[in-house]
Structure formats: C-alpha cells, structure tokens
C-alpha cells in the first residue's frame, strides 16, 4: 500500500512539473520592452531553470461556493505563504503555484495578483464563475498563468447580466452583435489577463463574454489544446501582443473578430500563428485577425460567416485546411509599409467571397496548394487582386488555381510566372448552379467544379498545363477553348 501511495505521490509531482514546464514551453520568445524595440527570439527563450516553483510544491484545491463559502484545501494551512486570500466571493492567488479549482461562484471572481516572476497555474477542474459587470476571471499581475483544462471536465466563465448572456447564446447571426459597445476603447473580458496566458488540457472550456472580448490578454496567448466554447459581444480571443495556437477545438461566435493581435510596438508582436487546431467561426468582422502577420501552418479553419475571413500585413499559409465565407474579401493582406504580402505554398483552400477572394494591397504569390476561390458577383471586385497601382505582382510557381467570378475587375497571374495559367472571359455569365469543368486536349480532366453564384471570369493555373497548348473550358451550355500562357 504504501509503495501504491508513493508512486501516486510520485506521478503527481511529475505532472505538476509538466504542466509549469509546458506553460514557459508555450512562449519561446520574451518581448522587448514596449519602445518599438524586436525582441531576442533565441537568446530570450525561457529554460527548464527558470521554471517558477519548487518541483515538489503541493497542490492547492480551491473549491468555489457562493455566499462567501470557499474552501481551501492545502498542506500546511497554517503558513500565510498558502496563497490564497478570499473577500466574500472573490478569491485572489497571490503566489506562485499549482492551484486546483472546482465549484461555483454565481456572482464573483477569481483573480491572480502574483510577483511579477510568478508562475501560476490554474486547473480547472469543474468550475463555474458568473460577473455581471467585470471578468470572470482576472489575471492583475503574474509572469504567466497557464489555465489547465483537466480531463473530462466542463468549466464555464462568463460576463455581463443575464439578458446580455441569454441574447449572446440564442443570437444566430455574428452580423447582428457587430458594432453593439465593440468600440476600439471597450475594455474586459469574461478571462481578462495584463500578463501572459496559456491554455492546455484536454478538458472542455466555455466563455460567455458580454463585456467586451471573450478571452484576452494585454500580452501574449498561447494554446496548446482543449475544447473552447466562446461567444462574445466583442473579439472572441484576444492576445494583444501575439497569438499562437497549436491545437484545440474551438467554437467562437463573436461580434468582432474570433481570433486577433493587434500591437505594433516591435518585431514579433501583432502576430497570429496557427499550426494545429479545429476551428469553426461565425464573427461579425475578420475571422482570423492581425496587425502584422498571419501565419497559417497546419490545422482545419472553417469560417461560415464573417466579413473577411483572413486578415494582415504579411499573410503565409503552408498547409491545413481553410474553407471562408465573406461578405467582403476571402483573405486581404493588407496596409502599407511594410509592402503587403500574400503567400501561398500549401494547404487546401476555397473562399466564398462577395468582394475579391485573394485581396493584396501589394505582392500575391501562389507556391503551392489547391486554391478554389467562388468570387464576387460584383463587378467592382474580382476573385484575385493585387497591388500592380503599387508596383506589386502576381505570380504562381506551383499549386493549382480555380478563380471564379465576376469580370469587371478580374486580374490574372503575370507574365513572369513559372507555371502557366489562363484567363477566360465569357460571352455570356453563367449562373449559379452550373457544372464546371476543364480539360486537355486528350479529354483528361483537370478540375471540376459547380459553381454558387453568377460570374464572367475564369482563371486556372495548375502543375499540368503546358505553355501555348490549348484546353476546353465548359461551363454550363458554353464550351470555350483557352490557351494556356
């Protein structure tokens, strides 16, 4: 027996030990300070050294009751240094530590307010917390909090009065939340964090924000796993520095924009980098925001209703898969300086745009992937633009291409490219509903398509085509022969 007790000790240490070490594991990079200057990506990654505290430091249970009726499990609760401090039915941590949470606060709030060295880790274990008027959760001032989702558990925070949160949960389009007290000066969040913050576990996370975002850091986010609900009147999640997601599910309905980082003070900031993750977003604005750059290496991203569905400075996509709906542009790389740039090397994409479907302000460059783009039926917008007013290019090196959609403003991919392509322009639109279809002269087929709305243009570009030979574009009753440039 009491070898059974040693290893359950044992296994416990080991996982308090992960899970500190997976919170300074998420943010490899500290920031500069906030002068404009870049931040040392390599010699600034936290170490296994630095990990915060002692390998062997117990568990505190914090289990949540309303009315004033928190109990508060540790070791020794005799020492002042156990770390939690209660005031009615708010409950603040206030040191370094692991720190179990379960129960209910129907009107209150559990806050973090550490040594600015502190790491704290915060498993939710089962735990519901409602405010009506401020966040849920509030992390004042620690180094980083890692919020850890334990298995096969349900947590639940939200924010505002009740009718707000019943409206948020019965409301069936982000449109209509858009604009409602989501002004560039609202501040909160139902998780509301002016350090950085962590997400992890396997368990399920669901946040109701009726004050402003749904979860948001002033700092940096990093996410690892777990299962997040969010509705929000505002943003849905928000790191303010930066973004980084690595897998999770998430659900996010928002009035604003489902993911953002929006700081420009420095390189590495304003950034949003997705590698993993399953996410299904209805947002009233950008579904994936960024002031800087927007890197999407790998996961499944459905957007079914936004505005733009993708948007940043400098936008790169590698891999996943990404399915859009916009009532404006697909994906917009977007601003001035530093020149835009959109660039796709992998992945699998298809954008169902009213406005441009790929949209640069500067250079828009395909390397890879399969691109299917159902574009505007609009005339003033055109399933591919690019910044060429601005000395920016169009070019395609590899991938294949399906561009669709109106005529009026439909550009194509530039001379100087690599792979061939062409553009067609038909006599008469066709409709929505109609079979598309493209092949070589030998009748192999190359793409397929039915399209969903009406349009005049045609751009293809795919590794199989071959400069100054000719292929047979049908669509509906029109059958066109195009030859490849």
Known sequence: MKKNLLLILLSCIAAAFVFLLAARVFFPQRRGEKTGSAPEKESAAFSASETSPDREEEQI??????????????????????????????????????????????????????????????????????????????????????????ENTINQVQSGNKTLIQNLIQSEEAQSLSGKDNTEDAKGAAIYAKDDLALAGSGALKVVGGVNNGIHTKKRLAIEDGNLEVRALNHGIKGKDCVTIKGGSFLIFCGGSALRSDDDTGEGYGEVEITGGSFSIRCGEKGVQALTALRFLGGNLEVSESYEGMEANQVLISGGRIDISARDDGINACGETPFPNLVISGGEIHINAQGDGLDSNGNLSIEGGTTLIDGPESDKDGPLDYGNENGGVCLISGGTVLAIGSAGMAQTFGAASSQPSFRAILDSPYQAGCALQISDKQGKLLIQHQTIKKGASVVFSSPELKTGEAYLLEIGDEKVSVTAR
């Open 61 to 150: 249970t914090i289990l949540l009751k309303s009315g004033g009726g928190t109990e508060i499990t540790a070791h020794d609760l005799q020492k002042e240094s156990h770390g939690v401090e209660k005031k009615g039915d708010i409950i603040t941590i206030t040191q370094k530590g692991r720190y179990r949470i379960q129960g209910v606060l129907e009107e209150g709030q559990l806050r973090v307010d550490a040594g600015k060295q502190d790491l704290v880790v915060l498993i939710l274990a089962g735990m519901e917390i409602a405010n009506t008027k401020e966040a849920a959760i509030h992390v004042e001032q620690a180094e980083s909090v890692l919020l850890f989702l334990e």
